[in-house]
């Protein structure tokens, strides 16, 4: 794949103004799937089945078979629609999408067209920057997910290359709801914040609602990525590409940026940009070509000769409209006055994409500054390293419980980073990993006296100007007795018995 060429992104913005549009899909974490009674795998119950075996005649179309809506699948996207700010359709109809892929095995994908559940949208979207940006949502409509193909052979794990691909309809039937924005101007330099702040800020609204899990990294919500660039006081809209099912926040904030930078390097040299949809590569950082998109794709959309039309009744949409969690701007000044943070701290938080992982481990017994210091410090770095993102590490759970052997002395920050680490690695809980390293804080005092004893006797210099009272000088003995513990033990407890024994001898 030749690299592209890439325009300074300051200069980028000097020369033309982003234009984005965003399409979410969400996986609804329902019992059972969109239109048949098999286990939905979107649901943490139902996964890890074998490939092909949560299926029903429904999900691969054969003859005969007709399908049922979940009404909780319905129930799910009124209440997703209510929190998008959006009007709720009285009446609303699916509709067979036509197209042949081999992960759909109707060759027609059952969705909304012209009549979605919900429309005429807005949520509110707060940057890094502290800036609010009120993003418009077109529309949110129910539909069902295709299967998934896994493509073998080849070096990228795409279809290029590969040498076979296998089908798994596990999750043909997904009940999914897509989130359509209209077009948004003036995001200027903030374009590639705003991307990742705008999918932060619906995974949060779907995990409050209790509708989905939110895993990027699981595919139970994929974004993807429209982006296209106008020149500066030309007053028309340019030719747009749309990036593909990225998987992780730091992965829509750099795709978008990346797109800004090819995009107006082959635009200030006289190029076009062609309509298309592109993949983003995690490993390289880069987009590719994926197919020429126009427009007027015929997907020859006609109405679902099986199904009823939906026509929730007033009584339901005000139900659902009065069990609304908090909305997340309002929720993150809740939490913010909550934890006593600054505002420098909060920010930290929001910046790391980590609300969410933080607010549940305060939840599990953690203080809100330990579960702040972890998340945005240890935990984010072994995942900048991983190409990660930090909630696919580990979970909030053990990082509470992490902290608590922290506070509870039996782990010294150090020797926490290694339990970090054998947690992440599949090694079992921060006890299991604790005790199976053999890390645990050395809390008898004999042992520690005489590895002090031995220090001091090494370092009879140091011994002198402790008594003399420069106790400053103390540090090269703690380090030594730390180096002999190898890291096992309380520093501060290191310390006060070096003062003492110094004193002693």
Not at 137 to 154: N, P, Q, S
Not at 308 to 315: A, D, F, G, N
Not at 431 to 440: D, I, Q, S
Request: hydrophobic content about 40%; proline content about 5%; aromatic content about 4%.
């Amino acid at each position: 794949m030749a690299k592209a060429e890439l325009m300074d992104y300051d200069k980028a913005l000097e020369l033309f103004e982003p234009v984005l549009g965003f399409e979410v899909h969400i996986e609804l974490n329902t019992k059972t799937k969109m239109f048949s009674d098999a286990p939905n795998p979107a649901n943490s119950e139902n996964q890890g089945a074998e490939p092909n075996t949560q299926i029903t005649p429904v999900d691969l179309g054969l003859p005969g078979s007709l399908p049922v809506v979940n009404e909780q699948a319905v129930k799910f996207a009124i209440s997703l629609g209510l929190a998008l700010g959006c009007e709720i359709a009285p009446s609303s109809r699916f509709a067979r999408k036509n197209y042949f892929y081999p992960d759909l095995a109707k060759n027609y994908q059952i969705s909304q067209s012209d009549e979605p559940i919900a429309h005429d949208g807005n949520v509110e979207v707060e940057l890094p920057n502290g800036r609010v940006f009120q993003v418009s949502i077109e529309r949110a409509h129910m539909e069902e997910d295709a299967g998934k193909l896994t493509h073998v052979g080849g070096s990228t794990g795409r279809i290029q290359g590969a040498e076979y691909s296998l089908v798994d309809y596990n999750r043909a039937g997904v009940p999914l709801v897509e989130i359509v924005t209209n077009i948004i101007y003036g995001a200027e330099a903030d374009a590639p914040d705003l991307a990742k702040a705008y999918v932060s800020t619906i995974r949060d609204i779907a995990v409050s609602l209790g509708i989905s899990e939110a895993k990027m990294e699981r595919g139970n919500l994929r974004c993807d990525a429209n982006i296209s660039l106008t020149p500066r006081g030309s007053g028309k809209l340019g030719t747009r590409t749309e990036t593909k099912n990225v998987n992780s926040l730091r992965s829509v904030e750099r795709a978008i940026r990346y797109e800004i930078q090819r995009q107006a390097a082959i635009l200030a040299k006289g190029g076009t940009i062609t309509q298309e949809t592109r993949h983003w590569h995690e490993d390289t950082g880069v987009t590719s070509a994926g197919r020429p998109k126009s427009d007027a794709d015929d997907y020859r959309y006609f109405p679902e000769p099986d199904l009823v039309p939906v026509r929730p009744s007033i009584e339901l949409v005000e139900e659902l409209r009065a069990a609304l969690p908090e909305a997340p701007a309002v929720r993150r000044r809740r939490l913010k006055e909550a934890w006593s943070f600054t505002d420098l701290e909060f920010q930290d938080v929001l910046n790391s994409g980590l609300l969410v992982e933080v607010e549940e481990t305060v939840a599990a017994g953690a203080a809100p500054a330990q579960a702040r210091k972890w998340w945005t410090g240890e935990i984010a770095r072994l995942a900048n390293v991983a190409g990660v993102d930090a909630s696919s590490l580990v979970s909030p759970l053990h990082v509470s419980l992490l902290i608590a052997m922290i506070e509870g002395g039996e782990l010294t920050d150090r020797l926490a980073r290694q339990v970090l680490e054998g947690v992440v690695a599949g090694e079992g809980s921060p006890a299991e990993v604790t005790k199976a390293r053999g890390l645990v804080v050395v809390s008898d005092d004999g042992p520690l006296i005489a590895a002090i004893d031995e220090a001091l006797a090494a370092q009879p210099d140091v011994l002198e100007k402790i008594r003399d009272g420069k106790v400053q000088a103390a540090g090269a003995v703690i380090g030594a007795v730390m180096k002999a513990m190898r890291g096992t033990a309380d520093a501060a407890r290191v310390r006060e018995l070096v003062l003492e024994r110094a004193q002693q001898q």
